[in-house]
């Protein structure tokens, strides 16, 4: 009888975990988000910019800041690190900044990013500096800030 119903709880589960919502499966997958070069040699790098470059200000820095947090929730970081990460998007992933045209300040921007950003390499160390600062969000993040209400 204890055998049956382990074998009926452990096939509950698995019918459980196979029919589990998009975000659940997501969830179990580690982040890892994409520099330019690994997106073009699997072929999105296309279609990212495509979505990107289609997106407003607001919803631009709203997906960097989704990806920076996700990064913060999924790599292991000092809180040093993490402290540097927050600071970085409090101060430089703003609507303005992204909707910026003006390209004077725009050029004042990327200068004082600039800035924080050699600090950030320094106390990130290369790699994870790379996939918090370098790499790009998923396409499904851009997908879904462009389709969240709060950012139309």
């Known amino acids: 009888m204890k055998r ?13 975990l196979r029919c589990a919502p998009p975000a659940i499966a997501q969830a179990r997958e580690p982040y890892r988000p994409l520099v330019n070069g690994e997106m073009a040699q ?14 407003t200000g607001r919803q631009k820095a709203e997906a960097i800041r989704r990806h920076m947090k996700m990064c913060l929730e999924s790599f292991e970081m000092t809180d040093e690190q993490r402290a540097l990460v927050r600071g970085f998007i409090a101060k430089h992933v703003t609507d303005e900044a992204y909707a910026e045209t003006d390209p004077e300040k725009r050029q004042a921007l990327q200068f004082a990013i600039g800035q924080d950003a050699a600090r950030a390499e320094v106390v990130l160390g290369r790699e994870l500096y790379a996939r918090v600062f370098f790499a790009k969000p998923p396409i499904a993040v ?9 950012f139309k």
């Open 142 to 150: 851009l997908i879904a800030v462009k389709n969240d209400p709060a």
């Open 4 to 16: 049956i119903a382990l074998v009926l709880t452990v096939v509950v589960a698995a019918a459980l």
């Open 42 to 55: 699997q072929g999105l790098w296309e279609t990212w910019a495509a979505e990107f470059n289609a997106m």
